[in-house]
């Protein structure tokens, strides 16, 4: 009896790849976040093909510190090889709550440190002669330079996400208290806000929805090369390209 419950009391806690690939479906799916869930598959996925790479003995505390050693290795900057243990963290935190992880295990790997970032990022903005310039990028002589001038109008005078930008309904311009506002803006982490919108920026929107006849839907659509407008989204990518071709 003392050999079993030994035996038993020592059990490797070395979860399998289908054991894995399960706590991570259940992971990605309890989160809302497009974004946050592209960026926990990635960290989660990355750290089960390293886990699987070779045999280790169990999922704790010394894998993790082990993994974050590998992180840094590869000269990663601070804050995503704490965005990688993040993803890792709460894929321990659902194989305990699957009972494939004591909590003890659990308590462990959650007291692994993040790596340090020292100092703080400058980071980079457009002046407002830098920002004039770029709206001025567009001569709005075809119809998709109209769309591009009144998208980089919303973003400079908005200070819009892509995916916000690319989520816009027309109905969510809207008048109150004789200012133009976009209503109800559900943005990151399902916040929701409202933002005023520029005198220059609804002048902008006005030449894009009437040139495109736009008085419904989605307010930004792709164009074909024959100048139709079309009914569906635009993409972030699509913003991105717009604004790389205007700060060229």
Request: aromatic share 6%; with cysteine; net charge positive.
């Amino acid at each position: 009896m003392k050999s079993s419950r030994r035996s038993k009391s020592r059990a490797p806690h070395r979860l399998r790849l289908p054991e894995l690939e399960q706590c991570r479906t259940a992971v990605l799916n309890s989160l809302v976040s497009a974004e946050s869930r592209r960026s926990c598959k990635y960290g989660t996925t990355e750290f089960i093909q390293w886990y699987c790479s070779e045999p280790r003995l169990a999922f704790n505390r010394v894998v993790v510190l082990r993994y974050r050693q590998y992180l840094e290795s590869r000269s990663l900057a601070p804050s995503t090889i704490n965005v990688r243990l993040a993803a890792v963290r709460r894929l321990a935190y659902e194989a305990a709550d699957s009972g494939l992880l004591s909590p003890e295990l659990v308590a462990g790997i959650r007291r692994v440190k993040g790596a340090k970032c020292l100092g703080v990022r400058t980071g980079n903005w457009l002046s407002l002669e830098q920002a004039q310039t770029l709206l001025k990028a567009t001569t709005m002589a075809s119809l998709r330079e109209t769309r591009d001038n009144a998208i980089l109008a919303l973003l400079l005078g908005c200070g819009l996400r892509r995916s916000e930008l690319v989520a816009l309904q027309f109905e969510h311009l809207q008048s109150r208290d004789g200012h133009w506002v976009i209503l109800d803006l559900i943005g990151k982490g399902r916040h929701i806000r409202t933002v005023p919108v520029p005198e220059w920026v609804k002048a902008a929107l006005d030449c894009w929805t009437s040139a495109a006849r736009i008085t419904s839907g989605h307010l930004f659509r792709p164009i074909r090369k024959s100048g139709a407008v079309m009914t569906r989204k635009l993409t972030p990518n699509v913003i991105w390209y717009v604004v790389g071709r205007g700060c060229r």
